[in-house]
């Protein structure tokens, strides 16, 4: 099998670029239609959790700011090691009719040429243009038998060694001890008003060791290094706004000097680290930084960057 690293250059709606890394994630894109394959949604996210495969779908997908289409459907198709389709009808007044939404996401899983584990309950028949394609008929009592040798061959035959995945948070753990930072606890109430700044965009939020000095970490290996550049220069404009309320919070004697003093060190100190894909991303996005005007320490970490540190740990 080619274990190359294989990205998307074209995009297929038309927006500047795409630059997605195939099989980049160890996830699982499940298309299905939502009223219609409960059942078999819970027993597959189970079996793939349990395999260490993260289930990923449409609508379980947030995406500010971002082309809905792009980064729920379309980057998830391409970035997961493997797609499971559902493709049982939508029953309507007793008429049976195939889910639109669900054949166009196969369309484009095929389309991309992914490994796809079809599915279709026994009792329906499949639309006339997929019917030639081999599909796994099921019925309730088999559906878990049958998607446990499935997945099981998916993850054989998808197995890509030499493509960069996301690590896993155990490592993230490491890595970020080997940097003398912690998860934050968000416990006070000023911690919890500081990763509030940065939820929205996708942050976390770390403590050095001292507790004193505050970290955002962006975790964005499916973003493409334009998306990431647009939440860095975001965070920034939201961290300027609330540091430069604060002489007016102590002009109407919300807070006292004292404190505002705490809490223009504390904004001084702030560090933003993210990661990204590939070394390629993080070049793109050390060479656009300095032209932000960006106020706070930022740091890019490839994913091979944290792997070389791990290892480095071990010897």
Request: aromatic share 10%.
């Amino acid at each position: 099998m080619d274990n190359t690293i294989r990205r998307n250059k074209t995009c297929i709606i038309g927006l500047p670029r795409c630059d997605f890394v195939f099989s980049s994630t160890r996830a699982c894109f499940i298309a299905y239609g939502f009223e219609e394959s409960t059942l078999e949604m819970s027993l597959l996210k189970k079996l793939l959790e349990k395999e260490g495969i993260q289930p990923v779908e449409a609508g379980g997908e947030l995406a500010p700011a971002q082309n809905a289409f792009c980064a729920k459907i379309c980057s998830k198709i391409i970035t997961s090691q493997f797609c499971i389709v559902l493709l049982n009808n939508d029953i309507k007044d007793d008429i049976e009719m195939p889910n639109a939404n669900v054949n166009m996401e196969y369309g484009l899983m095929l389309g991309f040429n992914k490994y796809v584990i079809p599915y279709q309950k026994e009792s329906q028949k499949l639309p006339f243009n997929i019917a030639g394609l081999d599909t796994i008929k099921y019925r309730t009592q088999n559906f878990e038998q049958k998607s446990i040798v499935a997945i099981e061959q998916a993850i054989q035959e998808t197995n890509q060694k030499n493509v960069p995945t996301d690590t896993n948070d155990q490592l993230y753990q490491l890595f970020l001890l080997s940097r003398n930072a912690l998860w934050s606890s968000v416990e006070n109430e000023g911690d919890k008003n500081l990763f509030q700044l940065g939820r929205l965009l996708g942050f976390n939020l770390l403590n050095d060791f001292s507790g004193d000095k505050y970290i955002y970490l962006g975790r964005f290996t499916t973003l493409r290094p334009e998306i990431i550049l647009w939440r860095l220069k975001k965070i920034n404009e939201i961290l300027d706004g609330r540091r430069s309320s604060i002489p007016k919070k102590v002009k109407f004697k919300a807070i006292t000097p004292e404190v505002a003093k705490i809490t223009e060190e504390i904004f001084k100190l702030i560090q933003i680290w993210v990661v990204v894909t590939s070394d390629d991303d993080k070049k793109i996005l050390e060479n656009e930084i300095p032209k932000q005007n960006i106020n706070y320490r930022t740091e890019i970490f490839s994913l091979n960057d944290i792997g070389n540190e791990l290892k480095q740990l071990k010897t």
